[in-house]
């Protein structure tokens, strides 16, 4: 009860920045350098020409009559049609989001599959052969950049063992699970390699607290220590972070999506700003800032889940 | 009723690595504790009462080293393999731990907290576990008990969570309660049904208690026999009649005289002048030397050890018969 009440709150809370967001996308859109028309029609077109079509986009308007239009189709689930690619700029969400998030999904999920376990071995054995191995290991992987992880990984496990495919989406859910396998392992480095400082300092600050040594005189098997009592414990500050590098993590699939040629929402955003296909640009900014709203929600809601102090 | 068991505690000695180099919290303490008695365990902050404790059932975290031998039930629980601690720990063997604002979970609500005792040591199922909780609740005095094992840490007051950190010890009937000020935090009459709760299971259980305290009144109406801690050694022990009764270290003198006596004037709190060494600078010889009014180069030079003086009766003091011999001179 406390919980939905809470929930609901947090979601009509989430409301003004979503408006704040959407002005922000537009006033970005409208004031970068460049034209939908003269991206169209190249460098040499006629004055004329540009004009008309800016009038067809509606773009001779006032601005802030435009981004009233612009609100009011959106309430009405319109985000206008796309200008390069003749579509709805909703149907093209539709089809490449999916594939955004599925990515994001796996590299987060491939993230705390490995710095979880890799946080525990560096925690216990702290200051020894195996912390010192895993902590410098993932130092380097935090300071290459994601794309060049990305072409490492492409190189080696795609083109020379030929494991995975260089590229590409598949058709079948098994089949975009194996294409995006290595483009979430890239995703999932710098991610990991900052989960797990994080929880390993996280679990080193709770081991040594009282309540576990009274768990430890209460005789319970060190299994049940370990995760009961210090993991719930020293999670709370890793799922704050984790909520936090959401975002940056999406904007790493941007980067890789182009790396890997993956039709997702990211790579539709690149391509659209190329193109100055406002719409879209609009549509896709507005849809991944609605994602990771949404995670910041899902990330608070887990949080006071996880610690009843905050419950109120 | 169940056989109780003993404890015997020899030559125990807990070192720390500090910045300041190794110091020695508690420097080779021995002490029995027989099934049903009461041991009180006194001395000033900083003594070593907590760490001796802890040192007991393995609680020492490395580099701290723990040294000596803690003999239970036949064997020594500083080498005994981690499956045999574990089934002492909590089912033979419960500690009350003295600060009770950070020894509960805040996340894990209190109910589960006692339950997690239970399930390790007795073979009760879910609704028997839940049932010996709330008969635990009602025990210590946690009104409501129903409702409350619901409840996480962060919604007791620290007397409650006092009683429900003596819930989680006391479930499992120990054999041995090692009772760190397990009645701090409560008021008086609460303190008085902790102790009377405590004096019954050792009654009906035949278990043995070492009480650590700050309140020698306390150590008068419970305990059997009490140890007196001087910077990490014990400086004189025997029943609670003769040393209350007779005091032989200037140390334990100056504890008593600090108590406001039943009937007299209430007048200013007689503090032992001085205070306590740094562990990281032991003066040589005696320890409570450079505060003990009876000291002299003697004591300054050698440390005495602790020695018996009767049947049940040591002290670590070169002067003890002086010190007995001077009644009066403090009250
Ligand atoms: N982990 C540790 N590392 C270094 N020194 C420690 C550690 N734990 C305890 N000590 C030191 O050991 C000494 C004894 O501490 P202990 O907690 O046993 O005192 P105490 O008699 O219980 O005092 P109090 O009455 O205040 O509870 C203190 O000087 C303390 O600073
Ligand atoms: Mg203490």
Redesign the interface.
């Known amino acids: 009860m406390h919980l939905l009440l809470y929930v609901l709150r947090r979601i009509i809370q989430l409301i003004p920045t979503l408006l704040f967001i959407a002005l922000v996308v537009f006033l970005l859109v409208h004031l970068l350098p460049g034209d939908p028309a003269s991206a169209m029609l190249g460098d040499r077109a006629l004055t004329a020409d540009v004009n008309r079509i800016n009038h067809e986009l509606g773009l001779d308007r006032p601005l802030p009559v435009q981004f009233l239009l612009f609100l009011r189709n959106l309430l009405h689930g319109d985000l206008g049609r796309s200008i390069q690619l003749h579509q709805s700029v909703v149907s093209l969400i539709e089809q490449r989001l999916p594939v955004t998030i599925l990515l994001t999904v796996m590299s987060a999920l491939v993230a705390v599959v490995l710095a979880l376990p890799l946080a525990f071995v560096a925690a216990l054995r702290r200051d020894r052969e195996a912390d010192v191995l895993i902590r410098g290991t993932f130092q380097i992987g935090l300071s290459m950049p994601v794309f060049y992880i990305g072409l490492l990984l492409l190189t080696f496990f795609g083109a020379y063992l030929r494991w995975f495919p260089v590229g590409g989406y598949g058709d079948t859910f098994a089949s975009h699970l194996y294409h995006l396998f290595l483009p979430a392992l890239t995703l999932a480095l710098s991610l990991s390699a900052v989960l797990m400082r994080n929880l390993r300092q996280a679990i080193l600050s709770v081991i040594g607290a009282e309540y576990v040594d009274f768990a430890r005189a209460k005789g319970l098997p060190a299994r049940l220590v370990l995760l009961r009592h210090v993991l719930r414990n020293a999670l709370i500050s890793t799922v704050t972070l984790f909520g936090l590098q959401i975002g940056t993590l999406l904007g790493g699939a941007v980067v890789t999506e182009t790396v890997f040629a993956i039709p997702g929402a990211g790579r539709l955003m690149i391509e659209s700003i190329y193109g100055r296909d406002y719409p879209v640009v609009q549509g896709t900014t507005l849809c991944l800032a609605v994602v990771v709203s949404l995670t910041f929600l899902l990330t608070d809601l887990i949080q006071v889940m996880l610690d009843p102090r905050l419950s109120r | 009723m169940k056989a109780g068991l003993s404890l015997e505690v020899k030559n125990l000695s807990t070192t720390f690595e500090t910045p300041l180099g190794a110091v020695t919290a508690v420097d080779g303490v021995s002490f029995d504790v027989h099934p049903g008695e009461v041991l009180g365990l006194v001395g000033e902050s900083g003594s070593g009462k907590s760490v001796t404790l802890?040192s007991l059932?393995g609680?020492i975290?490395p580099p701290g080293k723990v040294t000596g031998q803690v003999t239970w039930n036949g064997q020594d629980l500083l080498s005994v393999p981690?499956g045999r601690?574990?089934?002492?720990?909590?089912?033979e063997i419960?500690?009350i731990?003295q600060?009770p604002m950070?020894?509960?979970?805040?996340?894990?609500t209190v109910g589960l907290q006692v339950e997690?005792?239970l399930r390790?040591?007795t073979a009760l199922d879910r609704g028997q576990r839940r049932a010996r909780a709330i008969e635990l609740f009602d025990l210590v005095g946690i009104p409501d008990a129903k409702r409350r094992l619901e409840n996480?840490p962060?919604q007791f007051s620290g007397g409650m969570r006092q009683r429900v950190?003596i819930a989680?010890a006391l479930a499992s009937n120990p054999k041995l309660l090692l009772a760190d000020e397990p009645t701090t935090a409560l008021d008086v009459t609460i303190q008085d049904q902790i102790l009377k709760l405590i004096l019954s299971l050792r009654d009906e259980l035949q278990m043995g208690v070492v009480l650590v305290t700050h309140d020698l009144g306390v150590v008068a109406g419970t305990c059997d026999r009490i140890a007196v801690m001087y910077a990490g050694r014990i400086v004189e022990s025997g029943s609670v009649l003769e040393i209350f009764d007779g005091p032989r270290h200037a140390y334990t003198r100056g504890l008593l005289a600090s108590v406001p006596q039943a009937g007299a004037e209430r007048g200013p709190l007689l503090a032992i002048e001085g205070t306590p060494p740094a562990l990281s600078a032991l003066p040589t010889g005696c320890a409570f030397g450079p505060r003990c009014s009876f000291a002299n180069d003697a004591c300054r030079a050698t440390r005495p050890e602790l020695a018996e003086i009767g049947p049940g009766r040591q002290v670590a003091c070169l002067h003890h018969e002086t010190v007995a011999a001077s009644k009066g001179q403090f009250a």
């Not at chain 2, 601690?85 to 089912?91: H, M, N, Q």
């Open positions: 802890r059932i609680l975290h981690p601690l574990r089934r002492v720990r909590g089912g419960a500690m731990f600060e950070t020894a509960l979970n805040p996340v894990l997690e005792n390790a040591h996480y962060h950190m989680i």
